[in-house]
Every structure is written in C-alpha cells, then in structure tokens.
C-alpha cells in the first residue's frame, strides 16, 4: 500500500514568525482558498455515502460520527446541531469523541490509540446492521477509528471515512471512503486548520443534504426546526407569513397554537 500523509508534510511557508499580521492573514487565506476545491473533486464519493445514509435512516437506521481530536469535535458539532435545525431526535446523528465528553473540551491523552475502546463505545448505542458509522480523521491513521469501522465491517454495518490522505489505512478500510486532499497545512501538521476546514465542508453537505432527501425540509426552508428563542420563533412566524399570506399576529398565534411551522402551515391549509 503506498500512503504518503500529505496533511504532515512541510508547509509551503516558512519563517512564519518573521511574518507581519497581515502577511500571515492573507497566506492563511490564500491555503483556506484551496479547500472548497479539493472538496469539489469528491462529490461523486460523498454522494454514494450519503445514498447509502439515506436510505438506511428511512429503514429506521441511525448516523454515526466517531473521531478523535478536532475530527471527533467535528463530528459532534454537526450532530449536534441536527436536532434542532431539521427537528429530528438527538439519537438519529451521534457523535463519539475518542476520550469521551471530557475530551470534547480537553485533550485525553493516548485515547484515540486505543484499538477497543471504538467498539466498546458503539457498543454503548447498540450498533446495528440499520446504522451508517462514518470514521473521521485528517490523518486516516487513528487506531481508536479504524478498529471501530473494522469491527463494523464484520458485524455488517454499513461504514464511510472522511480523510485529507490519499490511500491511508482508514480508507482502505471504510466501505464509503472520502478523501479530500488539501495538502500541506500552513503550520505543518496542523490538520485544525485546513484539514479541519474541508471536514466541517462535508460534514454541513452530508447531514443537510440526508435531511433534505428525508423530507425536513419545506422550499428552502426550516420548517422543522426546534423554537427554541427568541430568534427562531421570529423565523417561524416570518415562514408562516411568507408561506400562507397571513397577517404577523395570524402568524404567531398558529405558531402559538401548533409549536411548530411545519404542522401550522398544515393544519391551516387542512382548515382551507
């Protein structure tokens, strides 16, 4: 297997230290301009993954992120924030961090080369042949990931990667592996920038698109989402406006009545 781990080579810059604030603001910029379109050259494979998410939440499945470090952060925020934009349940989309939760804030040392404890935490959730597991590292080299999606391979679980290496171990052993190549960082080795980057890029077209397929979507808008302020419940009641030609105090007071947009627009066209 030939692997070269682009995300550890030497920056293209050096003497960073000598740089003035503004040289190294439009040089990091410059790196960040090239990630979008790494991510462009592998649409094709994060399409295949998310058919295959689709499909498998429509059968009652579930989406697993599991990362350790930055990835396992990013993984957690995006399934974090799930919930309340799409309206679905906080066990649909989970996010596993090598380390657990103290190591969403604090780094744990040596947690992601444990090659057990993966599988011990999807055990946790009672995995199943429903569910979709995604491993998540820039370096595609994380033990605690890839003994995890080797234990899923085995156990008939559906399993995809998000990787910034070219043919690396944790590619090799995702069944749905993205690899989006962004080369060297601007600090070397520094994969939260980015490597980072262009995980956040997939992670927000993986789950937007999979609920969008899934229905949670109305037009272009929210219409699931959780009120959960101020804001939101602003939003909502501007959708319903836009939506039925109702007055704002119409508006808030189905939002009121129903607690959610999508079932206010219903039930007043139904009464229509």
């Not at 697993?64 to 989309?93: K, Q, W």
């Not at 190591?103 to 946790?124: C, H, M, Y």
């Not at 699931?224 to 939003?235: A, C, E, P, T, W």
């Amino acid at each position: 297997m030939s692997f070269t781990k682009t995300t550890e080579q030497d920056s293209n810059y050096n003497h960073l230290e000598k740089m003035s604030i503004s040289k190294l603001l439009s040089s990091i910029n410059n790196e960040d301009k090239t990630v979008p379109l790494a991510v462009e050259k592998v649409l094709p494979q994060i399409e295949k993954l998310v058919e295959i998410i689709v499909e498998k939440l429509k059968l009652g499945g579930r989406l697993f992120y599991m990362g350790a470090g930055t990835s396992g952060r990013l993984g957690i925020l995006d399934a974090s924030e799930c919930p309340p934009t799409f309206g679905v349940s906080h066990n649909l989309v989970i996010g596993i961090i090598a380390g657990g939760d103290t190591a969403i804030r604090n780094a744990v040392e040596f947690a992601e080369d444990s090659p057990t404890q993966g599988w011990k935490d999807l055990q946790e959730y009672k995995v199943n042949s429903n569910d979709v597991v995604i491993g998540i590292a820039a370096s595609g080299t994380t033990p605690y990931v890839i003994a995890a999606l080797e234990a899923c391979n085995k156990n008939n679980i559906v399993t995809g990667c998000l990787t910034c290496n070219h043919n690396s171990p944790l590619s090799q052993t995702a069944q749905f592996p993205i690899e989006v190549i962004v080369g060297p960082e601007f600090v070397t080795g520094s994969s939260r920038m980015k490597a980072g980057t262009a995980q956040k890029l997939v992670l927000n077209m993986i789950t937007t698109s999979t609920m969008i397929q899934l229905g949670h979507i109305k037009g272009n808008k929210m219409v699931d989402m959780q009120l959960s302020n101020n804001k939101l419940v602003d939003r909502g009641t501007k959708m319903i406006m836009s939506e039925l030609k109702v007055s704002e105090k119409e508006a808030q007071q189905l939002l009121t009545k129903y607690g959610n947009v999508r079932l206010a627009i219903k039930n007043h066209n139904n009464g229509n």
